[in-house]
Structure formats: structure tokens, C-alpha cells
């Protein structure tokens, strides 16, 4: 395996993307160090070595960094549709100077692989399954103006960290992603998250931001791990991919999978066209990711879904 015994850092390794990776960089045998700062480390594992860490701090980002091979930057800030209503800088903020601060400690120290995450946000509206190259042929969508070209212009540090040092970086373009661990806050959940509480609550009537038609390209979170970690193996050149699903779905139709799976499907299902949903048509292609990865989902969105139900509905009753 590639990763076996390399040293990896998986920054936001105590988060849900992050968690991910740490699990799966131990099934592949990889030394990995996780910061740690206000979130605990929910995984018990002799081998992480957890690092008190606050990564707005540039001493911090280099301690951590120091005698690592490759780092998975997955911290940053959530950019769900209420919090950007309600403090729409945040996350355009806290990702910027993380990752900034992370690619100078990581190119400073010497780390030979850095992951960067760009984003689907940063596309122009479309209505087919839109391109890696598609990126800059127009404006992003109003709705991600700020998040959008936050992500854009994380694509273009990379690229001038590429330009001036000997780093490698796999520069990847996730579409939306859930399963385990996801973050279930009813003020900054994403979709999946907060369809999935409202049925396990059995809240009646159940309603859904939006019109329930808007078309989306959700990912499991394995399946974007994996995703990942072939890029950094097979195409660390800072040229983007799309890590997607590569199907589209409309809301509607996730409604159906999860108010089955919670076994609410007699709820009275409304929809609030008042709140915010964003774009209408979000699809990622993801050929290339097939061409040169040999990427492919492996999760169906049933399963899924069902999987990641299920597990909310555990954590629920053990938290009584």
C-alpha cells in the first residue's frame, strides 16, 4: 500500500471529513498525527499521536507540520445555508487563513504531499454535469459568490506554492458529501444531515427547505476518503478532479430514501420556498477521476443514506 508506514498529517482529523481519513490512513497502515484543539479526538488508537494544536496560529501549523511526509488539510469552517445567512464571512474567513497558514508551514517543513480541497461551489451554474475546465468559464452561481471564490482562490495559492517550492499537491473538487460522523446541529447541518434528524425525530409535519426539485450530486464520505487518497498517490500535479457521485438526484428523492429508512414515510411532507436552498442543478462529471485515478463510487446512495440513518438513530438513543 502507498501510505504504509508514511507519516501523515490529517489536519481536522477530530471533524467528520478528518475522522474519515484517519481511519482509513490506519486501515492502510500509515503513521498519522492528528491536531488537536477544541473538538476532542473521538477515536481511541495507540497509533495517532494527537498534537495540542490551534492552527490560526502560524507556530502551530509548522509544530504540527514538522517530520511529515503528507497532510490531508480537512479542517476548516462549515458553510451550511443558515449560517451563511447569518454570518456570511465565517467560513470564507476561517478557511482562507487555515489553509494559507497550512500550505506555508507544510512548504517551510519540507512535506512532500499536501491535499487541498477546491469545491463544486466555485463552478458556474450549469445544467448538465459540469467540468474540471468548466471552472473559470463564467461567474459562480450568486448564492456561493463568497464561498465560491474563496475555494477558487484556494485553487490559485496552490497553484503558486506549486510555482515556487518542490511540493507536490492534489488539488481535489468534492461534491456534497454525508455518511457517519456528519454534523447533526440543526443551526449548521448540511441537507443530508438535517433531512436525517428531522425524520429520526419524526418531526410531523416534516418540512424541507426549498422546492424538493433541486437536483444534487451527494457523495459518501468513504467514497471521497478513497477518492483522495488516489489523488495524492496518482496525481499530486495541482490539476483539479471532481470527486463526485457522478449521478444526479433531486432533494425529493433523498426525502424518500431517508423518511423510508427512519420509518417516517407517513409524515406530512411541506416545503418552505422561503428559506434558502441555493442552485437549482449541481452535478459534477466525473470521468476524469475515472481516466486517471480508476475512481468510481462504491457506496449507492440507498445504502448509503440507510447506513448513515441508522447510525444517527444509534447515537440518539445512546445519548439517551
Not at 480537512?74 to 454570518?87: E, F, H
Not at 519540507?110 to 468559464?137: C, L, N
Not at 497553484?159 to 443551526?187: C, Q, T, W
Not at 449507492?300 to 447506513?307: F, K, N
Request: hydrophobic share 40%; proline share 5%; net charge neutral.
Amino acid at each position: 500500500m502507498f501510505f504504509k508506514d508514511k507519516k501523515v498529517l490529517v489536519t481536522g482529523g477530530t471533524g467528520f471529513v478528518g475522522l474519515h481519513f484517519v481511519e482509513e490512513l490506519l486501515r492502510q497502515g500509515a503513521q498519522v498525527r492528528v491536531p488537536v484543539h477544541r473538538r476532542p479526538l473521538i477515536l481511541r488508537d495507540e497509533r495517532i499521536e494527537a498534537v495540542p494544536a490551534d492552527l490560526t496560529r502560524e507556530e502551530d501549523c509548522r509544530k504540527v507540520s514538522r517530520g511529515m511526509q503528507y497532510v490531508f488539510h480537512a479542517a476548516g469552517a462549515v458553510s451550511a445555508a443558515g449560517v451563511t445567512a447569518g454570518n456570511p464571512m465565517a467560513a470564507i474567513t476561517a478557511n482562507l487563513i487555515l489553509t494559507a497558514q497550512m500550505l506555508q508551514a507544510a512548504w517551510t517543513e519540507g512535506v512532500e504531499r499536501f491535499q487541498v480541497f477546491g469545491s463544486s461551489t466555485g463552478y458556474p451554474s450549469a445544467d448538465h454535469p459540469i467540468k474540471e475546465e468548466e471552472m473559470w468559464a463564467g461567474p459562480t452561481y450568486p448564492a456561493y459568490f463568497g464561498y465560491g471564490w474563496m475555494r477558487r482562490y484556494l485553487e490559485r495559492i496552490s497553484e503558486f506554492v506549486v510555482s515556487k517550492s518542490s511540493m507536490k499537491i492534489a488539488l481535489v473538487r468534492p461534491s456534497a458529501v454525508y455518511g457517519r460522523h456528519d454534523n447533526f446541529d440543526p443551526v449548521t447541518s448540511h441537507v443530508i444531515p438535517a433531512l436525517i434528524r428531522r425524520a429520526v425525530l419524526k418531526e410531523n409535519p416534516y418540512v424541507v427547505w426549498g422546492t424538493g426539485d433541486e437536483v444534487r450530486d451527494f457523495l459518501h464520505i468513504t467514497d471521497l476518503v478513497r477518492g483522495c487518497l488516489l489523488m495524492v498517490e496518482k496525481h499530486p500535479t495541482c490539476d483539479p478532479v471532481n470527486i463526485g457521485y457522478g449521478q444526479a438526484v433531486t432533494v425529493k428523492e433523498i426525502i424518500g430514501i431517508i423518511l423510508q429508512a427512519a420509518g417516517h414515510e407517513n409524515a406530512e411532507l411541506k416545503f418552505d420556498t422561503t428559506k434558502p436552498s441555493t442552485i437549482p442543478f449541481r452535478m459534477v462529471d466525473t470521468s476524469k477521476a475515472k481516466r486517471l485515478l480508476g475512481f468510481e463510487r462504491r457506496v449507492s446512495l440507498a445504502d448509503g443514506l440507510a447506513d448513515t440513518v441508522r447510525w444517527f438513530t444509534e447515537t440518539q438513543k445512546q445519548n439517551g
